[in-house]
């Protein structure tokens, strides 16, 4: 078992900066893969970021590159999500999730431990 518990969302302007955590719980942090997804309303569930168990490897969808970054701490059982430059289309709530199987996976299913999301909202 593991239980995420994401923060740091809010309320920003277009071209601010906002840092997510993830606090993780439960089985050992450094034994699975984490990645964040976000969702808007009415639209699917959308890849934003994967981190390989040991940090190490990174994959990041091309809507966010160069933008966003993923980073995690295993002595702080924590995940990161720097996002610098917001635009008003980065609005969504954001969730953390743990994958137990995979390196870096990109497809929302193959995760199996999710967080309860923090709305991130940009205004233009």
């Known amino acids: 078992q593991v239980q995420l518990v994401e923060s740091g969302g809010g309320l920003v302007q277009a071209g601010d900066s906002l840092r997510l955590s993830c606090a993780a719980s439960?089985?050992?942090?450094?034994?699975?893969?984490m990645g964040w997804f976000r969702q808007a309303p009415g639209l699917e569930r959308e890849f934003v970021a994967a981190?390989?168990?040991?940090?190490?490897?990174?994959s990041c969808a091309d809507s966010v590159k160069g933008r966003f970054t993923i980073s995690r701490d295993n002595a702080r059982n924590t995940v990161y999500l720097q996002m610098n430059s917001l635009k008003p289309e980065d609005t969504a709530v954001y969730y953390c999730?743990?994958?137990?199987?995979?390196?870096?996976?990109?497809?929302?299913?193959?995760?199996?431990?999710w967080g309860q999301g923090t709305q991130v909202t940009v205004s233009s």
């Open positions: 439960g089985r050992t942090f450094s034994s699975y893969a």
């Open positions: 999730a743990a994958d137990l199987r995979r390196f870096l996976g990109r497809d929302w299913l193959g995760y199996d431990y």
């Open positions: 981190i390989s168990r040991s940090g190490g490897s990174t």
